[in-house]
């Protein structure tokens, strides 16, 4: 999907945690935690609180309770990002890090970021894809995942109604993703981490 024909995404405001639970004073950093395919930033709640100063906003997807309204594919996804990271800080430089298909969309908060001429320090891809090789995954595997545990809590039945509707959605709207490549000369250090073992 090109942004041009994405429809246009939420407002995101209203989806936005700091990461750990800092102590006063606080300030934000330009560090920014994206939402992986499930939609949540919960998924960074267990990174230690290295700096007890400093709150790092997670975004969490708008169509968190409401995938089956997830039709922006990554590049309108992108934007609503940053339309908020904007709202907390209007210019760089940035330092964004996303994991699985939160890195996907990094690369295109990137993309769009550098094309308006902002800096971004960083880049981190936490176990990303390539999207130019993903496909649909059968919905069996997420449950499969969420049987084992890989979803939060290893009880089926805890498992939050929207959230495999929420990654069959992220997985659509990388499936349809083309990245553009980023001008060396703005492109950002980046940084990919990848587990050793598979599932």
């Given at each position: 999907m090109t942004s041009g024909t994405d429809p246009t995404p939420l407002s995101i405001t209203n989806?936005?945690?700091?990461?750990?639970?800092?102590?006063?004073?606080?300030?934000?950093?330009?560090?920014?935690?994206?939402?992986?395919?499930?939609g949540s930033a919960t998924?960074?709640?267990?990174?230690?609180?290295?700096?007890?100063?400093?709150?790092?906003?997670g975004l969490s997807s708008p169509y968190l309770k409401n995938p089956e309204e997830y039709k922006?594919?990554?590049?309108?996804?992108?934007?609503?990002?940053?339309?908020e990271i904007k709202r907390r800080q209007p210019h760089g430089p940035y330092l964004l890090a996303g994991w699985s298909a939160g890195g996907v969309i990094a690369?295109?908060?990137?993309?769009?970021?550098?094309?308006?001429g902002e800096n971004i320090e960083k880049l981190i891809l936490?176990?990303?894809?390539?999207?130019?090789?993903?496909?649909?995954?059968?919905?069996?595997?997420?449950?499969?995942?969420?049987?084992?545990?890989?979803?939060g809590d290893s009880d089926s039945t805890k498992i939050p109604p929207?959230?495999?509707?929420?990654?069959a959605a992220s997985v659509n709207a990388l499936s349809n993703y083309t990245a553009e490549k980023i001008d060396s000369q703005k492109c950002p250090d980046v940084t990919a981490i990848w587990c050793k073992d598979g599932i």
């Open positions: 989806h936005t945690k700091s990461v750990g639970t800092p102590s006063p004073p606080r300030r934000v950093a330009s560090s920014v935690l994206l939402q992986d395919g499930g998924s960074y709640l267990d990174i230690p609180n290295l700096l007890s100063d400093l709150a790092i906003p922006c594919g990554v590049t309108g996804m992108a934007s609503a990002f940053i339309t690369f295109e908060v990137v993309n769009q970021l550098t094309k308006c936490i176990d990303s894809l390539c999207p130019d090789i993903i496909e649909p995954l059968p919905s069996p595997l997420h449950a499969w995942f969420a049987s084992i545990g890989l979803l929207w959230l495999l509707p929420h990654f």
